[in-house]
T-cell receptor, first 114, second 114 residues
């Protein structure tokens, strides 16, 4: 089955710093890749996705590129804000019997300080 | 904006008791999921549900677990006889047919088994 490994947290950055959260995956076939974000007290929200090799997903200033050769999907943002403080989850979708359930990493907690 | 709602937000129960966690998926969605996250660990897939039956389930989803869509709006997860190790955050998710890449998550129910 699929598996996802993402960098351990917590990560603490100053406002306007550059963010990278590493994510690598193992999967059969060509999975879709996702970053989900969980703000305090809320559910998981899709941040961005990529469905095939070399696709770049982007949203709210965050980007991640599907790298098949390195089986990676690292999340980046050029200038983080305090409002970006949340837990970030990397995930793959496994089609299985057609249900496309998600396989998640452990999550990386990001704290941005003013 | 439509959202997945879960109730209660926190459930405390005694070991051996039955619990039912409730979810109201987005109204035009046809695929439903339960995931759980034990504190400090990964978000794990439990079960997917489509067309009034389970489409896939993980090894975690043993005979103590069951799911049901008792009416046109609710989707429930029942644990028949809770164990201490069932303490976790339980997330419900749903997606539209034909949109295999995007699952929408609820805010979760925190289950504490004492």
């Amino acid at each position: 089955g699929n598996s996802v490994t993402q960098m351990e947290g917590p990560v603490t950055l100053s406002e306007e710093a550059f963010l990278t959260i590493n994510c690598t995956y193992t999967a059969t076939g060509y999975p879709s890749l996702f970053w989900y974000v969980q703000y305090p007290g809320e559910g998981l929200q899709l941040l961005l996705k990529a469905t095939k090799a070399d696709d770049k997903g982007s949203n709210k200033g965050f980007e991640a590129t599907y790298r098949k050769e390195t089986t990676s999907f690292h999340l980046e943002k050029g200038s983080v804000q305090v409002s970006d403080s949340a837990v970030y989850f990397c995930a793959t979708a496994y089609s299985g019997a057609g249900s496309y359930q998600l396989t998640f990493g452990k999550g990386t907690k990001l704290s941005v300080i003013p | 904006e439509p959202e997945v709602t879960q109730t209660p937000s926190h459930q405390v129960t005694q070991m051996g008791q039955e619990v039912i966690l409730r979810c109201v998926p987005i109204s035009n969605h046809l695929y439903f999921y339960w995931y759980r996250q034990i504190l400090g660990q990964k978000v794990e897939f439990l079960v997917s549900f489509y067309n009034n039956e389970i489409s896939e389930k993980s090894e975690i989803f043993d005979d103590q677990f069951s799911v049901e869509r008792p009416d046109g709006s609710n989707f429930t997860l029942k644990i028949r006889s809770t164990k201490l190790e069932d303490s976790a955050m339980y997330f419900c998710a749903s997606r539209r047919q034909g949109d295999k890449n995007i699952q929408y998550f609820g805010a979760g129910t925190r289950l504490s088994v004492l």
